[in-house]
């Protein structure tokens, strides 16, 4: 069934990889046509056929009034943006920036641009001015933007980077149900994560390892709310996306025999079991930790050395 919503996103999407933090000012034209898909349960993915991107483009390059030459680059920016042409946006952007400094739209835009273009430093630069500008945009959840371009970067020096492990940093336990140890608003969290979701489902294809963590994070938020058949799908597509993870399969295995025993069961009614991950879960702060003692026993060692061979 999810080949079949994969293959559903990949025909309406239009376009093969862009990121949230797009932000569109001005008027769509009357024709303007938005194709909604639900990505599991609980998410809707928005999708815009493309001849309707260049339908938008040609009614923005008309507008010649010059008192909304601020509106119509910013939006022609995001057009190209999702026609695969952010070399393009960018400029508009910096042209935009130059004249109005300050404003938070073009910042984010900005940071999108950078981030199609591969430049996850300039990306991650302006998405954090986009952030002290507003940090309520997009419903407060650009910290998730931050946190996933700071991710890129570190994975970028370190393939092993946290491979097992949450990109957003969350602590959801080692059990084989999920538990909120560091008393997580988990609402506020869930809205947050499924609204930049709801931007980056309908343009980021599987496999996609990042995609499949960011999932597994909203399967956790989504069993800590007592959701357990939708927690499952969301699971499950986080393994379809490439997140391999012996904490997901333990969870999957463990909600499938509690649904198949009870179809309404309540979750945190239930104890979770202790989960042997093989290093593979292990969370960030437990990793840093071994790496900074091994560091810090080698550098010991060296020191040592040399003292003996003096």
């Keep these: ?28 034209p009357a024709d303007w046509t938005v194709i909604k898909r639900d990505f599991g349960p609980l998410l809707q993915i928005d999708s815009i056929p493309q001849d309707q991107l260049f339908n938008y483009l040609h009614f923005l390059e008309e507008i010649q009034d010059s008192s909304s030459s601020f509106v119509r680059k910013n939006d022609m920016a995001v057009v190209y943006m999702r026609l695969e042409d952010p070399a393009t946006a960018r400029q508009l952007l910096i042209e ?3 004249e109005y400094p300050g404003n938070y739209s073009v910042a984010a ?15 991650l630069y ?16 650009e910290w998730i933007h931050v946190m996933i371009l700071s ?4 994975k970028e020096k370190n393939p092993q980077y946290l491979s097992g492990s949450s990109a957003l940093m969350l602590d959801f336990g080692s059990t084989d149900l999920p538990s909120n140890p560091y008393g997580l608003n ?3 969290v869930r809205n ?17 390892t990042l995609m499949g963590m960011l999932l597994f994070d909203f399967a956790n938020l989504v069993a800590l709310s007592d959701q357990a058949p939708q927690a499952l799908w969301y699971y499950k597509a986080a393994r379809d996306f490439g997140f391999v993870s012996d904490l997901l399969d333990a969870r999957v295995e463990r909600i499938e025999e509690i649904l198949a025993k009870d179809p309404d069961a309540v979750l945190s009614k239930y104890a979770g079991e202790e989960i042997d991950a093989d290093g593979d879960g292990i969370q960030v702060y437990v990793l840093a930790g071994l790496i900074a003692l091994l560091a810090v026993g080698g550098v010991w060692l060296l020191l040592r050395k040399g003292r003996n061979n003096r």
């Design 1 to 28: 069934m999810k080949k079949l919503i994969f293959s559903a996103l990949l025909l309406f999407s239009g376009i093969s990889d862009i990121h949230a933090c797009i932000n569109e000012l001005g008027e769509k």
């Design 151 to 154: 991710y890129r970067i570190a």
């Design 96 to 98: 935009i920036e130059q």
């Design 186 to 188: 988990i609402e506020k």
């Design 126 to 141: 302006w998405i954090k001015k986009a952030v002290s500008i507003d940090p309520n945009a997009h419903n407060g959840s």
């Design 192 to 208: 947050e994560l499924a609204f930049q979701l709801r931007e980056r489902l309908g343009f980021i294809r599987p496999p996609d």
């Design 109 to 123: 835009n900005l940071g999108t641009a950078y981030e199609l273009l591969g430049k996850l430093d300039s990306a």
